[in-house]
């Protein structure tokens, strides 16, 4: 069983977190996907005027998209958390099942399942690589000798 990591902020601090790191994430990622898209898709003069144009439409809602994926997360996480009393790498696919699940809800209970399915399926496999490298790069511990006192050495009265 894994210990809690009291390092971590309470709940409701987490979850705001954790969207705000998901919405930076997503906006980013989208400023440098979508400028670049946007400049291909230009014409030869207009290419800095077609990339920040497309930025300024785009990356704010790849952002929120990508927020309300790690809000849901971060928030069926501390619940499950909460519900379970422990800590361990089944609470994040169950989190993950629960969010893909929640966010294709709407297009009927087939997509939300399979939706869940596969969010689910990517968290596990995401979890078993981060328990595969904390194995394969895991510092061995070193033994210590324990020796036996001899009958010449005085014995250790505790």
Known sequence: MAHPDHTRDPCPYVILNDFGGAFSMGAIGGGIWHGIKGARNSPRGERLTGSLSAIKARAPV????????????????????????????????????LTGGSL????????????A??????????????VLMNRMFAQPVPAIPISEPTPSSPAVVA
């Open 117 to 130: 399915v596969g969010c689910g399926v990517l968290l596990g496999v995401f979890e078993g690589v981060g």
């Open 104 to 115: 294709a809800a709407r297009a009927g209970p087939r997509s939300a399942l399979g939706s």
């Open 62 to 97: 790849l952002g929120g998209n990508f927020g309300v994926w790690g809000g849901l997360f971060s928030t069926f996480d501390c619940a499950v958390k909460g519900y379970r009393q422990k800590e361990d790498p089944w609470n994040a696919i169950i989190s993950g099942f």
